[in-house]
């Protein structure tokens, strides 16, 4: 079953997990995987960007967390909240100013969380992917490269530790594990899915 909703509409979120409460008896595990990209200079943003970004990137991440916290509570139950950051938290490029800084307002929400409802017996983690391929990711780097289809085959073999690339379902298994039992003494971390790219200080073509 798939239920839909507005993540920007307060109204629309509470209507969701009425539905999925009727569905179900309601869930014990939260993904908030849902996102949208900006490469735009920070000075060069509008405030109707800036907004939209945040409203989906940020605001909608805690009004998700914080619906299903309550819901959980209300039926005397503990659950886990995998959201999902970037390695963008980490470091960035130009044209991702405020990207990363929503971004990074994640890190920052899972830190805080993990800590005022882990006493409570819920987790709150993040896990950062790398760069992930989808052929929808070429007209956003047409924005920095005349070649993006070159750019991705150079970023996998020269700004990676592991020269393969990374594929949704890798970030999906650092999910599964993040919201099972095996990870019941996680919680605060934000867990890059990177292949390596966090850990270089140099690109691996540099000599």
């Not at 595990?29 to 996102?35: D, F, I, R, W």
């Not at 993040?126 to 970023?155: C, M």
Request: hydrophobic share 40%; proline share 2%; with cysteine.
């Amino acid at each position: 079953m798939t239920i839909q909703a507005n993540l920007e509409d307060p109204d629309a979120v509470t209507a969701m997990f009425e539905k999925i409460d009727k569905f179900c008896g309601g869930v014990n595990g939260l993904v908030n995987n849902a996102g949208i990209g900006l490469s735009k200079m920070a000075h060069e943003v509008s405030e109707v960007e800036f907004l939209h970004l945040y409203a989906v990137n940020v605001h909608a991440v805690w009004r998700l967390s914080k619906q299903f916290v309550n819901a959980c509570l209300q039926r005397k139950e503990v659950g886990n909240i995998v959201n999902i950051s970037s390695v963008h938290a980490h470091s960035t490029q130009t044209r991702y100013a405020i990207y990363a800084s929503a971004k990074n307002a994640i890190v920052g929400l899972t830190r805080g969380m993990a800590c005022e409802i882990g006493p409570m017996g819920f987790r709150v983690n993040a896990v950062g992917p790398g760069y992930v391929h989808a052929d929808q990711n070429y007209e956003l780097i047409k924005t920095w490269s005349d070649d993006p289809e070159q750019w991705v085959r150079d970023f996998i073999e020269n700004h990676q530790a592991l020269n393969y690339e990374i594929n949704a379902v890798d970030v999906g298994n650092t999910v599964a594990f993040l919201l099972s039992d095996l990870a019941r003494c996680i919680t605060g971390q934000n867990i890059y899915v990177d292949n390596g790219t966090t850990s270089l200080i140099f690109n691996r073509d540099f000599t």
